[in-house]
Structures are given as structure tokens and as C-alpha cells.
Nanobody
Framework: VQLQASGGGLVQAGDSLRISCRALGRAFNSYHMGWFRQFPGKEREFVATISSSGGTTVYADSVQGRFTISRDNAKNMVYLQMNSLKPEDTALYYC????????????????WGRGTLVTVSS
């Protein structure tokens, strides 16, 4: 499956932004999907993940209560709604997919899209 992330941009602290990821390929509803982010010079870190059915979601502590991951299997889309954005949320955001298991570990994800840059100004 090919993944295409979009929707990043420049926002101010406190603003909201929704980024999207489109999956090209079959059986999207068999993949658990995740969002990760990467700061300059750092490893990718887990943000959120959603099960193939959409029934289970898991969040990093740093975004819990502010970010919401969702998916629309009919449209082959996964979303990350980001509210109350902070300057420290500035990063390159990646969507990823796996059939293995729902996981916070980026090593468990086989399919990756190109990142979309989110910049939050103070």
C-alpha cells in the first residue's frame, strides 16, 4: 500500500489543524494505521495509532486529550485532528501502516508515507 500524507502547514500556538493520509492499494481496512513525528536530528516518535476497524486508539502522553486519530475505511483515509497546538508540536508528521499488530513502535510499521510538515509559531 502507498501512503500519501497532506495538510501540514504553519499555524499559531493554540490553533487546530487536521492532517490526512490517503492509502492507495487494496485492503486498507486490514491495516492498523499510525501517526509518527520527527524533530530535526531526532528519531521518529509515536503520536497515535488506530486499529484496522477504528475501534481502538492509542495516544502518546504528550498529545493525549489534544489530538484525535480517526479513519474512514470507505475512503481509504486516516486523519489526525490536532487541537491546542504548541510550538513543541512542530515536526514532520508521517503516517504508517502495518498488518502485524497495533503498536507504538515505528519498527512494527512496514508502509510509510512521506512526511507533512507542521509548524506551530509562538
Amino acid at each position: 500500500v502507498q501512503l500519501q500524507a497532506s495538510g501540514g502547514g504553519l499555524v499559531q500556538a493554540g490553533d487546530s489543524l487536521r492532517i490526512s493520509c490517503r492509502a492507495l492499494g487494496r485492503a486498507f481496512n486490514s491495516y492498523h494505521m499510525g501517526w509518527f513525528r520527527q524533530f530535526p536530528g531526532k528519531e521518529r516518535e509515536f503520536v497515535a495509532t488506530i486499529s484496522s476497524s477504528g475501534g481502538t486508539t492509542v495516544y502518546a502522553d504528550s498529545v493525549q486529550g489534544r489530538f484525535t486519530i480517526s479513519r474512514d475505511n470507505a475512503k481509504n483515509m486516516v486523519y489526525l485532528q490536532m487541537n491546542s497546538l504548541k510550538p513543541e508540536d512542530t515536526a514532520l508528521y508521517y503516517c504508517a501502516g502495518t498488518r502485524a499488530k497495533l503498536s507504538r513502535d515505528p519498527a512494527e510499521y512496514v508502509y510509510w508515507g512521506r512526511g507533512t510538515l507542521v509548524t506551530v509559531s509562538s
